[in-house]
C-alpha cells in the first residue's frame, strides 16, 4: 500500500481518486475512479464504494475528461474526498 499526500489541490481527476457526488444532501454517493477492462467494456469508471446503485461501476467512458464532464453535468455538487486508494498486487 502507498500512502499519497493530497494537500497539493488540483482539479484534475485520476485512477484511484475519490469522488462524492450528489443532488441532495442526504443522499450522497462515494465512488472510486478506476481503470475498466470487462470483456465488454473498457475504459475509466467509478466504482460505487457504497453499493447505493444498482451496478457497481456508475459509469465507464473512454477518458477521464469524457467521466467527469458527465458526472459534473448529472450532478449539482461533485468534489474529490481527500483520499486516494493504491491497491497493488
Not at 481518486?17 to 465512488?31: A, T
Not at 457497481?56 to 464532464?69: E, G, N, R, W
Request: glycine share 4%.
Amino acid at each position: 500500500m502507498e500512502v499519497v499526500d493530497k494537500r497539493r489541490e488540483t482539479d484534475e481527476w485520476h485512477v484511484g481518486d475519490v469522488i462524492c457526488y450528489w443532488n441532495k444532501p442526504d443522499e450522497k454517493y462515494y465512488g472510486l475512479i478506476c481503470e475498466i477492462k470487462l470483456p465488454t467494456d473498457s475504459g475509466v469508471g467509478v466504482i460505487d464504494l457504497e453499493n447505493k446503485t444498482e451496478s457497481l461501476v456508475s459509469f465507464t467512458f473512454p477518458s477521464i475528461d469524457d467521466l467527469q464532464h458527465l458526472v459534473l453535468s448529472e450532478y449539482r455538487h461533485v468534489e474529490k474526498v481527500n483520499a486516494h486508494l493504491v491497491v497493488e498486487d
